[in-house]
């Protein structure tokens, strides 16, 4: 499908197709990425998204086209494009902080041999941009997940990119830090101009904060607005869901704000009364199947309509055994135990 010329500067996929091992992977994928909007790929979980921003990187050899072009359709000199990946691998005992992380990629000179004034001076520049200023002298490895990322989005505008690419950026943040984000995300997008893609399964987010949705499976089957690409046939084929989304993801479950779901040997998720004195936990959705899981076997259905992926593994010994979780035992109070070592003292009333 040929896209209709566009009077905005834009990166431009033609016919993009990508074969390995004799497998189509991606077929005939037309689509536009246009400066100072962000555009949300969705898809089900094998859908080529991953493939297509490799073949955006360079990192695979495609058919058909991607070009940078300007209102006129001409072509410009190169591609500069900027990444943030979903997870950055490192120890995270490594004794590096945030400034030397930045500065190593903006100097030729080893980090241990010192940082120049003017080097330090655009470490802060660049970290300042991402509302992240006050992380420059913390250890790399004591960052949280949203304020990593946060890093990791300076080091991809530096140099300034044409195209920033976000592979799920923010799976597994907590809500704050997903909103700081995504709003220093949206920001840039309206100060620098850029073309932004962004990978992501969370469907609230792509109607909240996306200005353009393509919907992928090998290739497009629909692309516009959020409303427009929400309310499609092929959306519904996809996910099961029209336009309405609950304003609680775990509403649908019948589970009221505040109460607690578990698992059952069906693999549905149901609430169940409260304990008085059930322990808090990290609030957690399977986006995949919508069901409820919790590191501590518990979770709290928030009255927000975001609910915080932690990347827990659902705890699958009730499953096995065809029973339900049990509730956990209310914390004992802290209490003095005696000294072992010399005799217990008569208590007299």
Known sequence: MRLPRCALCHIDLDQVSVRRGGQLLLQDISMHIHCG???VLIGQNGAGKTTLIRA???????GGSIRHVDSAGRDLAHLTTG????????DPEMPLT???FLAASMSKRPVWTGISKKVRAEVLRA???VSAGDLADRPLGRCSGGELQRVLLALALHPA???????EPVSGVDRNGLKLFLDTVNHLKETLHIAILLVSHDLRLVREYADYVILLDKNVLAQGSPEEVFASEAFRDVFGAGND??????????AAPGSLLFADSRNAARPVRKAASAPEADVSCDTESGNAVSSSRFVRVSSHSRVRETGAVPDRTAEKAGT????????VPDQELPDSRSPEKEVRP
């Open 324 to 331: 339900e979780t049990p509730v956990a035992p209310a914390p």
């Open 56 to 62: 955006l990187l360079g990192e695979i050899p495609h």
């Open 98 to 100: 945030v400034q030397d």
């Open 37 to 39: 909007q962000l555009t």
């Open 161 to 167: 990119p044409d195209l920033l690419v976000l592979d």
């Open 83 to 90: 990444y943030v990946p979903q997870h950055l691998s490192f």
């Open 127 to 129: 970290l300042k941009d």
């Open 245 to 254: 989304l609950p304003d609680d993801p775990l509403s649908a479950l019948g």
